[in-house]
C-alpha cells in the first residue's frame, strides 16, 4: 500500500474527467483570437465607414 502523495498521483494521472472542458475551452479561446485580432486591426475603418453612412442617411430638414 502507497502513502497518500502516491495514491492521490496515481488517482490524478489516470483521472481524464474535465478534458473534454479544457479542450473546448481552448478552442475557443483560439476562435475568438481570431474573430478579434482581425477586427481591433480593421477597426479604425470600420468606424468611418460606419460614419460615412450615418451621415449619408441623415435626414435634414
Given at each position: 500500500?502507497?502513502?497518500?502523495?502516491?495514491?492521490?498521483?496515481?488517482?490524478?494521472?489516470?483521472?481524464?474527467?474535465?478534458?473534454?472542458?479544457?479542450?473546448?475551452?481552448?478552442?475557443?479561446?483560439?476562435?475568438?483570437?481570431?474573430?478579434?485580432?482581425?477586427?481591433?486591426?480593421?477597426?479604425?475603418?470600420?468606424v468611418?465607414?460606419?460614419?460615412?453612412?450615418?451621415?449619408?442617411?441623415?435626414?435634414?430638414?
Amino acid at each position: 500500500m502507497g502513502t497518500f502523495l502516491e495514491r492521490l498521483f496515481l488517482d490524478l494521472s489516470t483521472d481524464n474527467r474535465g478534458t473534454t472542458a479544457v479542450e473546448y475551452g481552448l478552442i475557443i479561446a483560439m476562435v475568438s483570437l481570431v474573430v478579434i485580432v482581425p477586427l481591433a486591426a480593421i477597426g479604425g475603418d470600420l468606424v468611418a465607414v460606419y460614419d460615412l453612412l450615418s451621415s449619408a442617411m441623415t435626414i435634414e430638414g
